[in-house]
């Protein structure tokens, strides 16, 4: 174990202040700073920020005192210096959101359940391929007893899951095994402080997932991962299967074509994901507006007067206020495809913005994986993503 404090010679709010880090792991370091009492609002991004008359009793608690120049140069060897665009913190709308690096071969990605059970042999085979990728999965946690056959577990168990996920220095990546419902529930549970102390990692999922990268874009600014889940992903074609891994494993989306039906040119960071549950978000603190952004949507078993009603809410909310541009994705078993292309058209049209539709992102065989809050880019009827 080691900690490490330099003396106390930095100046603010009329006192002077030392910094307590490690060059072990950001784990060492809060249990450390637990043990001492110290709050964790004084933690910024790679330290704790502690005042002078402290100083002693640090010490003698067994943190190590060094220079100023010796902590960040340690904490540099050990890359764990972090600078301010790298912490995870809110980001206004319309602005890019922090990348997560792509996985590597040995990377550990955590399956998580934050809302509805899925079958175990299609996660089984999910995990399996990642596995042939070099990856490490680590299974996601058994299901627990549920107040409702639509949940996987209780609220309490499910946010839990997910943030110990999110918060183990070793997993690289949350992929969720499986949507449906329930993602709603747990976000008030989060401890989004907590959360925010941890290195940036990748989430995936979509569906009813969209609650969650409204919310971790909303609060942690972080990029996300819009793509098949544990359950889906040995199912899709191989389209979708080359793309997911490009995604993970190079950093790279793939472009995702579609019709123009309104023409145009627009770019700006993704946002967005199923329609109805983008709607059910409006109102709560736990939302990214599609503001200087690229709006991407889409939906399953939903008929189009209530396609029709999502649209309207949102737009009600100022939700599209100031888009950029559309992409409709698939919206499978909706009824008649045309007369929903046509029902969203007529409620998105008159916006004003390129408009995009047909595109293969969703519940059908061919669902690519695209990167929330990655700049992207509309023009001749593609989707790209020019970084």
Not at 169 to 178: G, K, L, Q, T
Request: aromatic share 6%; proline share 6%; charged share 25%.
């Amino acid at each position: 174990m080691t900690v490490l404090i330099d003396p106390p010679n930095a100046a603010g709010h009329g006192r002077l202040w030392s910094h307590l880090a490690s060059d072990t792991s950001y784990d060492e370091l809060h249990a450390f700073a637990r043990g001492l009492g110290v709050p964790e609002r004084g933690f910024d991004r790679d330290h704790y920020d502690v005042p002078a008359e402290w100083y002693d009793r640090v010490v003698a608690a067994g943190a190590l005192p060094v220079s100023s120049r010796e902590l960040i140069s340690r904490l540099r060897h050990a890359g764990l210096r972090r600078r301010k665009s790298e912490a995870l913190r809110p980001r206004r709308p319309g602005r890019s959101l922090l990348r997560p690096r792509a996985l590597r071969r040995g990377d550990v990605v955590a399956l998580v359940a934050p809302a509805g059970p899925a079958d175990g042999e299609r996660v089984e085979a999910g995990a399996a391929l990642l596995a042939s990728w070099g990856l490490e999965v680590r299974p996601a946690a058994e299901p627990g007893t549920a107040p409702y056959p639509w949940l996987v577990d209780h609220d309490e168990a499910r946010a839990e899951a997910l943030a110990d996920a999110w918060r183990d220095p070793e997993v690289a990546a949350v992929w969720c095994v499986r949507g449906g419902f329930g993602a709603h529930r747990i976000l008030d549970l989060l401890d989004w402080d907590a959360l925010a102390l941890a290195a940036p990692k990748t989430l995936i999922g979509f569906s009813d997932v969209t609650a969650l990268h409204q919310a971790f874009a909303s609060r942690l600014g972080v990029a996300t991962v819009h793509g098949p889940m544990a359950a889906s992903l040995a199912d899709r074609d191989v389209a979708t299967r080359e793309a997911f891994r490009a995604l993970l494993m190079d950093g790279e989306a793939v472009d995702v074509r579609g019709h123009t039906v309104v023409d145009g040119e627009a770019t700006g960071p993704l946002v967005g994901g199923n329609l109805t549950v983008l709607a059910t978000s409006s109102g709560t603190p736990l939302t990214h507006p599609a503001a200087g952004s690229i709006a991407v949507l889409e939906d399953v078993g939903e008929e189009p007067y209530r396609l029709d009603r999502s649209v309207t809410q949102l737009l009600r909310a100022g939700w599209f206020d100031e888009v950029r541009g559309i992409v409709l994705g698939q919206f499978t078993d909706c009824r008649d495809p045309a007369a929903v292309r046509a029902l969203l058209a007529d409620r998105l049209g008159g916006l004003g913005v390129p408009l995009l539709a047909d595109a293969a992102v969703g519940h059908e065989d061919t669902n690519l994986a695209v990167p929330l809050g990655v700049r992207s880019r509309i023009a001749d009827g593609v989707l790209s993503f020019p970084g």
